[in-house]
């Protein structure tokens, strides 16, 4: 999302919320969706989670001034909501035992069958990999290589000093590459 | 090999599941999902979102239907084999008892007037009716008895909110907003109501039936009233001479409003 379309985005979602809404659900599903799947490493828990963070996003626009949603920087104010989602999750489910967390479990239908062919074994293994990296380089990780979000949206997002994001961004890369380039999984 | 890796991680960036994008709009009611439902008319369409069920409706098929509610409401209607818990634990029940219960209703778009005759006529008991002018009484509007009809025959949830309850006060049935307005009679008929009796009954001039072992006068349809037999019941065209005779009003089916 340009920085020229956020803008319009937000002014148009101040002048009329329910008109505009459904272009904003429009703009960030894929986006979270697939946030949320790599942090998570669950396909059925990252549709929850989008879902309930625009349901929110929604609620909250609905009772902020005229103003105030058109300074909001979009993006990063709904990725807010669905990391505090995410980390919930992840952390309610650490309390009920089930099963280990992985990057496609069995009803991940992938990318889609023709680009199945060149699906390298690496991108399987890293969606796993993400899943065993602390939760600072995995969000960082995921939220500027996955979701594609420059380090200044990420740092409002995640409430951390731009820089800091930038570290846990290449630290998480650095343990990812160690990993991946470990021929045995350990 | 970094590189690689950010392409990779690139890589992993999926679509949006199929329904996520609707599953929210639904879910704020800013779209509906709709079902089909048995009922007394056959099936019907019964559409809801986040906020409640928003429609009811018979329509030939799903085209007509959907192009309908859009009209209606200026949001899309999608279908679906789902409903929420919050509506399908009380969907059922408010269909057969011709009530909402505790089935949440999106009531939105509608004015303050249009909401206050639902609700009102949401409260006539299965099987009994009321006359249009009673509504109006009792929502605090004497004089709107056919501003009361009008918002009835916009009732967007037909058969839940039982606008068919709703009659002339000469005994005929009157509108009715969903489908053939046979429809009204078949849906009191399947309540268990006598409507030629009803009928009969009001073409005579009586409004009102009373017994005399309680002083007490009644709709002719008040579920009190039906268990005055023949020998104790008297018939009042009006409360004047229910009064007069010394009968004061039912406090269930408030003859007279209060």
Redesign the interface.
Known sequence: MSTMTADTLTARLADDL?GT??EV??EL??????GA??MLGN?QDA?DV??EA??RA??ALGDYPVDRIRELRLRPWVWTIAANLCRNRLRSRSRRPQAPLT?HDPIDA??GPDEAAE??D??GR??DL?AGLPWSMRTA?VLH????MPYDEIAAALERPAATVRSDVHRG?AR??VA??TEEQP | MTDHIITELGGLRVDAPAGLEDAVLVAVGLADHYVTRPTPLGEVYVAFNGRGVSAVDVAGDRDSFEARFFIDHGRRAIPTDEIPERIARHLDTAIAAGRPGRLPIDLRGLTEFQTAVLLRTATIPRGEVRPYGWVAKEIGKPGAVRAVGTALAHNPVPVIIPCHRVVRSDGTLGEYSLGDPENKRTLLEAEGLDIDAFTALSSRGIRFIGSDTTRVFCHPTCGRGSLITDRHRHDFADETEARAAGYRPCKVCRPVAA
């Open positions: 329910d809404f459904p659900v429009r599903s894929a986006g979270l969706f697939s799947f790599r396909r549709e989008t879902q625009l349901v929604y609620r990057g992938g990318p699906h390298s690496l991108r890293l969606a993400l990780v290589h996955v979701v594609g890369l990812l590459r991946a380039d």
